[in-house]
T-cell receptor
Framework: DAEITQSPRHKITETGRQVTLACHQT?????MFWYRQDLGHGLRLIHY???????NKGEVSDGYSVSRSNTEDLPLTLESAASSQTSVYFC????????????FGPGTRLTVL | QKEVEQNSGPLSVPEGAIASLNCTYS??????FFWYRQYSGKSPELIMF????GDKEDGRFTAQLNKASQYVSLLIRDSQPSDSATYLC??????????FGSGTQLTVLP
């Protein structure tokens, strides 16, 4: 069965370190998204991609970057981790039309000390 | 004004009752509307979507859409304790991506 996976599932890091969260989907979806979820804020879009070599900033992109070298993967990099980036991160993918379902990965809980 | 607003809750209903979850949106170009359920510590999972005005039923769930009023709702009939979760409304707007509401936490009391 097609799926979307994230790794690691839990990560503890220190302020200032670079961190990369992996996202891999086997749906062959063009569209991939990264969200963070914090209490009181719901799901907020960080970055998204509509295809290979395409990346776009979302509403909370500062301090994050992504790259899309193939269809299956969209890694999220925190260039210099800050305590404000402690959150749960969800990757998602979607085929592309307005009626297509968006599927979420299991999430990564990141703690920045 | 938030693009997608949900009644903030928390909402509590007794087992067997109807739970009503509401969502309004601001983008008149929105075409599709999704309801996701999220259990604590888990990722969101799709319950159903709707894109035509009116009602759409799937088992105990009914989604209602009124584009003129920019309003979408989810009714859960015969609510069960297993329905206790946070429900997220998502709207596919003119930006080709989903915008999520903050969610409504539902508790079904046995």
């Amino acid at each position: 069965d097609a799926e979307i996976t994230q790794s690691p599932r839990h990560k503890i890091t220190e302020t200032g370190r670079q961190v990369t969260l992996a996202c891999h989907q086997t749906w062959n979806h063009n569209n991939m998204f990264w969200y963070r979820q914090d209490l009181g804020h719901g799901l907020r879009l960080i970055h998204y991609s509509y295809g290979v070599q395409d990346t776009n900033k979302g509403e909370v992109s500062d301090g994050y970057s992504v790259s899309r070298s193939n269809t299956e993967d969209l890694p999220l990099t925190l260039e210099s981790a800050a305590s404000s980036q402690t959150s749960v991160y969800f990757c998602a993918s979607r085929r592309g039309s307005s009626t297509d379902t968006q599927y979420f990965g299991p999430g990564t809980r990141l703690t920045v000390l | 004004q938030k693009e997608v607003e949900q009644n903030s809750g928390p909402l509590s209903v007794p087992e067997g009752a109807i739970a009503s979850l509401n969502c309004t949106y601001s983008d008149r170009g929105s075409q599709s509307f999704f309801w996701y359920r999220q259990y604590s510590g888990k990722s969101p999972e799709l319950i159903m979507f709707i894109y035509s005005n009116g009602d759409k039923e799937d088992g105990r769930f009914t989604a209602q859409l009124n584009k003129a009023s920019q309003y979408v709702s989810l009714l859960i009939r015969d609510s069960q304790p297993s329905d206790s979760a946070t429900y997220l409304c998502a709207v596919d707007g003119s930006a080709r991506q989903l915008t999520f509401g903050s969610g409504t936490q539902l508790t079904v009391l046995p």
